[in-house]
């Protein structure tokens, strides 16, 4: 599985949201690579879904054909859990 930490540049926040992800998918034994982009890059990766802030998630819907996921606080590894199962539950027995 991959997926991409997004932000405006993809080098700030976007690392910040990849090594919480990277936490959290390690406490839950998942094997996933998680990559950063910025939004123009991450309009045409490859890859399972996009994390990244409600700000560019609503610019990104119209161009993804990818699940989009929102993250408000980055560091917060409880939010990021929660999100992250919500896509493993949307995609159960997809990926």
Do not use: H, W
Request: with cysteine.
């Amino acid at each position: 599985m991959k997926i991409l930490a997004v932000c405006g540049f993809g080098c700030g926040s976007s690392m910040i949201l990849k090594m919480s992800l990277d936490k959290v998918c390690k406490q839950l034994g998942i094997a996933c690579e998680v990559e950063t982009a910025d939004i123009n890059s991450a309009r045409g990766a490859q890859c399972d879904a996009i994390f990244t802030s409600a700000e560019l998630a609503g610019e990104l819907k119209s161009s993804c054909t990818v699940p989009i996921y929102s993250v408000k606080k980055y560091m917060d590894l409880t939010e990021v859990k929660e999100v992250l199962e919500k896509f493993l539950s949307d995609t159960k027995g997809v990926l």
